[in-house]
Nanobody, 118 residues
Framework: QVQLVESGGGLVPVGGSLRLSCAAS????????MGWFRRAPGKEREFVAY????????SYADSVKGRFTISRNNAENTVSLQMNSLTPEDTAVYYC???????????WGQGTQVTVSS
């Protein structure tokens, strides 16, 4: 079973950038699709970005398209989320998630807080 640990969150001004990382241990990371989700205060968790097991396919929520970039390094068992042009609406706890082959996202990290100050 893959275990996920996020890092890279913090406080950033409006218009700034952050890079989140997710380190995976155990399991077969290179066979899992990976994603980033977020939960803002008082809101439901929402999808942010997806990357296929080999990195060939990515997708993004409309709210982050053109500003966020997801990537992975299967040799290092990591997935990253580069976030640019941040706005207060991006403030949330960001979660890394893994989806085993032919299954939904069912493995979650503990989350990392991102706060964008206005």
């Amino acid at each position: 079973q893959v275990q996920l640990v996020e890092s890279g969150g913090g406080l950033v001004p409006v218009g700034g950038s952050l890079r989140l990382s997710c380190a995976a241990s155990g399991g077969s990371f290179s066979t899992y699709a990976m994603g980033w989700f977020r939960r803002a205060p008082g809101k439901e968790r929402e999808f942010v970005a997806y990357i296929s097991w080999n990195g060939d396919t990515t997708s993004y929520a409309d709210s982050v398209k053109g500003r966020f970039t997801i990537s992975r390094n299967n040799a290092e068992n990591t997935v990253s989320l580069q976030m640019n042009s941040l706005t207060p609406e991006d403030t949330a706890v960001y979660y890394c998630a893994a989806a085993p082959p032919a299954r939904d996202f069912n493995i979650w990290g503990q989350g990392t807080q991102v706060t964008v100050s206005s």
